[in-house]
């Protein structure tokens, strides 16, 4: 299977070509290699060649094999970090939503600038808890998880989301305009979200921007994505989050955020139009 992220293939190449020398400088064939782990060689060329991600036995039995045992726990955790790069939903919310919500904590303290864009919600760390719990019960049902914690899922969030209040960080949050009007919930809830935009907007860490529809733009609506300082890009797919480390991959995003945010309005052009928003709910 391809990878849908350049960066995370790159990183399972790395880790099939230390593989792969590995066994040419034990000086065995891909048969002999096969042969002594006691799997078809077949197998042995798919890892080889990136098509295949092995797994930590798989690894473990590779190193023996050639005598590289010293080796092992180094290429599984590689092995690991490179898989992580593309997170299916299916396996990152098996422990809840909630979990899921908490599991980035000690990450957002590690970052010091947010940058957001986001092309369909209002972005997590200014979302209030009705509208969180709408989004994240719409989620729930959409990918039929076990059990429904939206609800406390919410909470986690808006416990997360207080860091914004705390000093040391810079949040530059972008969304397009359709994003408020957009119906996430019912109409209390879009009513305290947006509201809830008019006082964040103003918070002294934040910079908020709203691209009108009708600006005049360089960039048309992308992907919703997370730039988290200058070292990682999170991309939100229907059936997986990517993770993206490649400095090359990093500096396009950064570049159309730039693009993004040269089209969009500020302060009172920004409140101009969520005032908008609030009127058109009617």
Same mark, same amino acid.
């Given at each position: 299977m391809t990878l849908p992220s350049s960066s995370a293939q790159t990183a399972r190449e790395v880790v099939a070509r230390r593989l792969r020398d590995l066994r040419k400088? /034990?000086?065995?064939?891909?048969?002999?290699? /096969?042969?002594?782990?006691? @799997?078809?060689?077949?197998?042995?060329?798919?890892?080889?060649?990136? *098509?295949?991600? =092995?797994?930590?036995?798989?690894?473990?039995? @590779?190193?023996?094999?050639?005598?590289?045992?010293?080796?092992?726990d180094d290429l599984i955790a590689q092995s690991l970090h490179a898989e992580s790069m593309y997170s299916e939903w299916r396996h990152r919310t098996?422990?809840?939503?909630?979990?899921?919500?908490?599991?980035?904590?000690?990450?957002? *303290?590690?970052? !010091?600038?947010?940058?957001? %864009?986001?092309?369909?919600?209002? =972005?997590?760390?200014?979302?209030?808890?009705? %509208?969180?719990? /709408?989004?994240?019960?719409?989620?729930?049902?959409?990918?039929?998880? &076990?059990?429904?914690?939206?609800a406390a899922a919410a909470q986690a969030r808006i416990d997360r989301s207080r860091i914004i209040h705390e000093g040391g960080r810079r949040f530059v949050l972008l969304m397009e305009e359709s994003v408020l009007h957009y119906r996430i919930g019912d109409a209390d809830a879009m009513a305290a979200q947006l509201g809830h935009l008019l006082t964040a907007g103003a918070l002294p860490a934040v910079s908020l921007g709203v691209i009108p529809t009708t600006s005049d *733009?360089?960039? @048309? &609506? *992308? !992907?919703?994505?997370?730039?988290?300082?200058?070292?990682?890009?999170?991309?939100?797919?229907?059936?997986?989050?990517?993770?993206?480390?490649? &400095?090359?991959?990093?500096?396009? %995003?950064?570049? /159309?955020?730039?693009?993004?945010?040269s089209g969009a309005v500020y302060g009172a052009g920004a409140r101009a139009l969520i005032v908008k928003a609030i009127d058109a709910l009617g």
């Open positions: 400088g /034990a000086g065995l064939t891909v048969v002999d290699l /096969a042969r002594g782990c006691g @799997w078809h060689h077949a197998k042995t060329s798919r890892i080889e060649n990136a *098509r295949t991600a =092995p797994t930590a036995k798989d690894i473990r039995l @590779w190193c023996r094999t050639l005598g590289a045992e010293d080796q092992a098996r422990g809840g939503l909630k979990q899921l919500q908490e599991s980035a904590v000690q990450f957002f *303290r590690q970052t !010091e600038l947010f940058r957001v %864009y986001s092309s369909s919600l209002v =972005p997590g760390l200014l979302q209030t808890e009705g %509208y969180a719990a /709408a989004v994240l019960g719409m989620s729930a049902r959409f990918r039929d998880l &076990p059990f429904d914690d939206s *733009r360089g960039q @048309w &609506p *992308r !992907e919703t994505f997370h730039v988290y300082d200058d070292t990682l890009v999170s991309v939100e797919l229907v059936s997986a989050q990517v993770r993206i480390t490649q &400095p090359s991959e990093i500096g396009l %995003y950064l570049r /159309a955020f730039e693009e993004l945010r």
